[in-house]
């Protein structure tokens, strides 16, 4: 079982850029071999997948944020990353962390379905202004 807690929400104006953050309470040896996620939620919308790492460090994009989104992980912190750049006001929403549920092993190829992740944060709010 793993808890996670959101960090680096904000205002910023369109164009800008923030780093979320995501600490796991696992230990090293467990969250490693979890693959994970970032979700997000805007007010009346559903949840969605926006990026996604295995255990590899192998990265998955959703369309919208090729390019501006960058997904990282650091093993030895049992931290989780997602660093924003060029931000449009359509990235409004609440944006989450989640871990892919454990089978034991290693996690590769990471999912991007949403119902494949058992474990979640409580979400940090993110604001895109024009």
């Known amino acids: 079982q793993v808890q996670l807690v959101e960090s680096g929400g904000g205002s910023v104006q369109a164009g800008g850029s923030l780093r979320l953050s995501c600490a796991a309470s696992a230990s090293t040896y467990t969250y490693r071999r979890y693959c994970m996620g970032w979700f997000r939620q805007a007010p009346g919308k559903e949840r969605e997948g926006v990026a996604f790492?295995?255990?590899?460090?192998?990265?998955v994009y959703t369309d919208s944020v090729k390019g501006r989104f960058t997904i990282s992980r650091d093993d030895i912190k049992n931290t989780l990353y997602l660093q924003m750049n060029d931000l449009k006001p359509e990235d409004t929403a609440m944006y989450f962390c989640?871990?892919?549920?454990w089978g034991g092993g290693y996690c590769y190829a990471a999912s991007t379905r949403r119902h494949d992740y058992g474990y979640w944060g409580q979400g940090t709010q993110v604001t895109v202004s024009s």
């Open positions: 989640a871990a892919q549920s």
């Open positions: 790492i295995d255990s590899a460090s192998s990265t």
